[in-house]
Nanobody, 130 residues
């Protein structure tokens, strides 16, 4: 089955950490840029980080910069999102998406939720309690 699947979500206390995985099956992630977005209860979807397929460059919005880190392991066909110093406002369903033509740049992060990615996962819940 050709898809990306997120995993690693869960419930943590404020200040805790989680590592999300975005694993691809049925295709190689090597040439795909990856975007992450999230949707909190009652709020619109928010793009917050991406990693480029071209050179591995990563970009994030200010609210997660310094706390969230994206990395990719092409050998495992997986992209990781390390989330540290989690806060209650980070509570959301987290999604990854893979795109051959998506250009990961600071100005494109906000467009992630609406971009026509080739593959998009079903999401994983992250809940942060105070």
């Amino acid at each position: 089955q050709v898809q990306v699947v997120e995993s690693g979500g869960g419930a943590v206390q404020a200040g805790g950490s989680l590592r999300l995985s975005c694993a691809a099956s049925g295709f190689s992630l090597d040439y795909y840029s990856i975007g992450w977005f999230r949707q909190a209860p009652g709020k619109e979807r928010e793009g917050f980080s991406c990693i480029s397929s071209r050179d591995g460059s990563t970009y994030s919005i200010d609210s997660v910069k310094g706390r969230f880190t994206i990395s990719r392991d092409n050998a495992k066909n997986t992209v990781y999102l390390q989330m540290n110093s989690l806060q209650p406002e980070d509570t959301a369903v987290y999604y990854c998406a893979a795109g051959l033509t998506y250009k990961c740049q600071p100005l494109t992060i906000a467009t992630i939720p609406k971009y026509e990615f080739d593959y998009r996962g079903q999401g994983t819940q992250v809940t942060v309690s105070s």
